[in-house]
């Protein structure tokens, strides 16, 4: 597509419910990440794919965070048992390669309220 | 550990005058440094990055490797400026993942 798509916008889900985040990369790109930006501070790297294998992980702040991209392209992040701190934007970025000379692009974000 | 530091959450300025958002960082390698920015309501985007040497929109940023600093400069700001930046430190690994300051909000005045 002509950019990264991301979906829902928006998601307002109860304590303890699971939740799936969608997001589809510019095609061709290789290289997708997602972030995490909460109230009040910056972005949170969570993880990385390069094609359908995440190398790494480091970022996922818990098991109950989990990843996977199918096909080289679509990804969805998924929140087990949803808390209240896991309320905020989740934000996918997709890049040529990881070494490519042009920046990340953004999509627009999934808003997630925890209630 | 990578670290990058905006120590300015707010800062406003009237239109005109000069802006200065100040990044540091710490990186025990050759770093590589990046500033987004995000508009009201718009998706987070790229304004510039240190390897490029260049000036968008009439900003510029020098990388200072004595003083671990990349700060963003605009000699007159615009209201169109209004945004919020974000400093960037790309790492080193095969991920060439990001680690990002916490941000300033710039408000550019009438």
């Known amino acids: 597509g002509a950019g990264v798509s991301q979906s829902p916008s928006n998601k307002v889900t109860e304590k303890g419910k699971d939740v799936e985040l969608r997001c589809d990369p510019i095609s061709g790109h290789t290289a997708l990440y997602w972030y995490r930006q909460s109230l009040g501070q910056g972005l949170e790297f969570l993880i990385y794919f390069q094609g359908n294998s995440a190398p790494d992980k480091s970022g996922l702040p818990s098991d109950r965070f989990s990843a996977e991209r199918t096909g080289g392209s679509v990804s969805t992040l998924t929140i087990q048992r949803t808390q209240q701190e896991d309320s905020a934007v989740y934000l996918c970025?997709?890049?040529?390669?990881?070494?490519?000379?042009?920046?990340?692009?953004f999509g627009s974000g999934t808003r997630l309220t925890v209630v | 550990a990578q670290r990058v530091t905006q120590p300015e959450k707010l800062l406003s300025v009237f239109k005109g005058a000069p802006v200065e958002l100040k990044c540091n960082y710490s990186?025990?390698?050759?770093?590589?440094l990046f500033w987004y920015v995000q508009y009201s309501r718009q998706r987070l985007q790229l304004l510039l990055r240190?390897?490029s040497r260049e000036s968008i929109k009439g900003f510029t940023a020098d990388l200072n490797k004595g003083e671990t600093s990349f700060h963003l400069k605009k000699p007159f700001a615009q209201e169109e400026d209004s945004a919020m930046y974000y400093c960037a430190l790309s790492h080193s690994g095969s991920a060439r993942q990001l680690t990002f300051g916490s941000g300033t909000q710039l408000t550019v005045l009438p």
């Open positions: 990186y025990s390698g050759s770093p590589e």
């Open positions: 970025a997709s890049r040529a390669s990881p070494a490519g000379v042009n920046g990340y692009t």
């Open positions: 240190h390897i």
